[in-house]
């Protein structure tokens, strides 16, 4: 140096000058800043250049003005008051809402404040935890979410903030020392507060207009990682010096420092030189108070430009802030943080810690100029099956040469267009890889193309889901949480459940509200919608009006509800003590049907299934079924096969990922009045085992099939979750709803609809040969013959109608299925079986007396149950009818009418048989020891007085029962 200053040349004076220039090593460009105090952490609005601050030790938010702070003015222009010790702050734009959010380690609240001039506090969140040591989200306008970090120790945790209410939504994920939100608010990034942290990614699975996001596991890494950095085109994330994927799985590249920020109107990346803590260089530093600053390209991932060194002295003895919650065995702190911002709009990086400022420009870089090496894909956020597309790829720069290295099948670049119509076979993610260069630079780029089958988006994921008649509404509604991980507390009212109706012509909500009560039972019943909620013990149903969903009548039955069900104009309540019908258009209710202890009545889509009866909604008897408390012809007779069909609950279950299981059905409806069956499978694909991390990756879809008279199949959507190994996961809610036309198919918050037809659709489908549940006459006619029609439905002509078994005096038309009874056979019939029934039961007694015994009881019961008197003995008459089609397919109806039997026919006839077995009886006397007895005439006189003994102390026996009955009947 002595020498230099010896030196006039002006010469060397410029080359010194130059090289001094060269190094970069120069502050002459830095502008530098002290603040009035002390700040623990610092956010920047990108539009306005304001700078936010947080003042542990004084409870306060400070608000710098970018245009004062451009002037060298200091001073704060606001400063409000929250809780104990603020440690986070955090810019979020959501919509035309612009807030800095702050949090603190000893307050359970979230400040909102206005990030606009006059920076007034908008809301106070209250939070469900405490302990918050971090406030972050992502930069994408359209993301309504904002992230804290909470607890310590296994109880570390992640919830979440919405700005769309200025709400708590509660827990996001757990597990969570720390995290980072990539820039669209797809993905997000966690470490644990342990040794290793982890290294991991979680895809979030659901919209952004939901109520709250879900994550699932996308990579995890047994390993520890420096804090992470997403980048703002989503394409990768530093963590360390690390430049890794936007997923994590594949790292990029290295850096020579770790990446603090990315410009985006630039390609560069800005970060602070890392020295080793125990190196000399560490501690020249230390003393001099010096911050190196080093950029990189964006394109390449190599240092570019030159070293920028800032002064930058903290006096800060303590940088540790007090953690809020009880300290844990684990390696979470909170600290006052140093933060670098890329100032994209300023062309400069800022430096803020404690009270110190610095602005640095990028000019003093001296960064060579390079365009941007990426590309914008346009068009590609709705690609659907079987419907064209056009998208347009372009790069950034037009400097930027694009090449299309491979695309998808049947896609089709015009230029910058490309246009394409996927097929049913290639829903998911579908790659185009392109190649970008400029000069001696270039850049391999994948876009990923996400071809859906159409959905329609929910608001939320439901537990349940309800079609309308006419297919065009969706009642869906949610469930109890039942998922409530550790650290959120269970004390308190049970969270309300969300109803909402789905226009499915248009895919938008058309009302919605929140019930109180857990949601049990939804049914459309005319212009409203029926609801129970709360205990199975509850005897409310709420009428809600389909327009708007407010309440339009409360009805309370007359016990708890089990079942509702909606006719054309009646809604049927079937409660534990009666089945109730009610009008739809007045409310009133019509009628009801008593339940005794020992019936189970239903309801189905026919009617009212009870014990004797199948009833129409109004309780007018349709078909006459077993128990019938009456005489039976036939006794074992089973309910008709048509009530079979759609009577089992749709089969739901758990949907939890069998690593082992390459496909695995999940849900199977049969297609009512169809020969066709629809099955909900989950499907593995292609799994991936991290041993070493104990977790495997697993691609698997949603297939959903029909079988029978369509044979089709569609994948509804491909994705992908990282899973503890030896482990089932959970992979999301689905629910699977099946009518004539269509399956509907949820599956998280997206319905499906695949509508049930044959592929090429030329053929005419047959539906399934189907008896309809109703029968003409319940009792013989007065006159000569009795007419009993039937319907059928289904099947392929020509239909063959017969009588497996007639009874005597049935004949059947063999084209109309029309059977015709002669009323004077089958009644002579039916008094043949009657009275071969009571002499089997009178065991050598009077048959006489044992039907004038039972008579009263009978008659009593057949005038409640069928509505009119008889004179004579009702008899219940099986009809058993068959119908075949042309494919020899075949439905058997059986059901029973009722035979009004001469009481005196049946008397006389019970005479003849009493002395035909007496005869029978007198014609073979009794053997003793293989000789006759002595004294024959003698001992058949002793037998026939005996006999009439029996029958004497039977009878005085039957008498006394029948008036013990009356007895038992009169003190209930």
Partial sequence: MTRLHRTSSLAFFLAYGLALLASRSALAEVTSLTLPEKYADFAINPATGDIAA???ENNS???????ALAKGKTEPAAKIRVGATPCSVFFKQFGEKSVFAVVCSQDSHMYLINAQAPFDLIAKVSLSQSGVSLVTGSINPEDPFLYYCFGSGHGSSTGVVSLRTNRDCGLAFNDSMDCAISAQGDIAYRRGPWSPSGFESMRRTNALTADKPEFARVFYDHNSTSGYVPDPFDRFTAAGKGIYSATLEKK??????PPSAFFRSRPIIVGEEQVDRFSSSFNREAKSGTVKLLAASYNTFTSVGETVSVAHRVTDENTNLPRGVSSQADFKRVAKRRRLFADDPRDRVVLAESNLLHFVPLADFQIPQEPFLLAKLEGADAVLINRPAKMTLRPLSPDVKLTIDDKPEGMQASGETLTWTPTDEQVGPTPIVTTLSWKDIQRTVRFEVEVKYPSVSLPFAP?????SPAEDLAAIWSGTPNNRPTGFANAGPAEPQELALIDLKTGKVQASRQIVDPIRTVAFAGENLAVTAGTAQSPRCELLKLADLERAKSLVAGGPIQQIKAGENLLVINTATSVEAYDLTTFERKGTYPKSRQTQESLNDYGILTEHFLLDYDFQPKLLLSGLPVPMVDRNAPLPSILAINSRPQNQVDMRLGLNQPIRPLIRVDVPNRDLAVTLYLQTQRTTRNDFARSSEVEFEYTVAATGAVDKRQVLLRTRIVTNTGSNSETGGTLLKVTNNNAYVVIQDALYVWPLQSSSGETKEVQPLRWLPQQSALTLSPEKTTVLSHKTRGGKAPIVYSMPAPG?????DAKTGQVTLDNAAVIASAAESLAKQFDGK???????????LELPQILTQATKLLGRKFDGVPVAVPVVVTASDADLASDTLKYFVIADVPTDDLIARLKELEEERSARMAASPPQVGGRPPVGPQNAATEIE???????????????LTRQMNLLLKASE
Avoid at 842 to 852: C, E, I, K, P, T
Wanted: net charge neutral; glycine share 10%; no cysteine.
């Fill in 61 to 67: 938010a400070a608000f710098f003005a970018g245009a």
């Fill in 808 to 812: 005597d005096g049935m004949k059947i």
């Fill in 842 to 852: 009178a065991r050598g007694g009077s048959a006489v007396n044992a039907l004038r």
């Fill in 945 to 959: 007085a005996l006999q009439k003994k029996v029958a004497d102390l039977e009878e005085r026996v039957q008498l």
């Fill in 252 to 257: 990029e590249a290295e850096l020579n420092f």
């Fill in 463 to 467: 537990a349940g889901i309800l079609l």
């Fill in 54 to 56: 947080v003042s542990a």
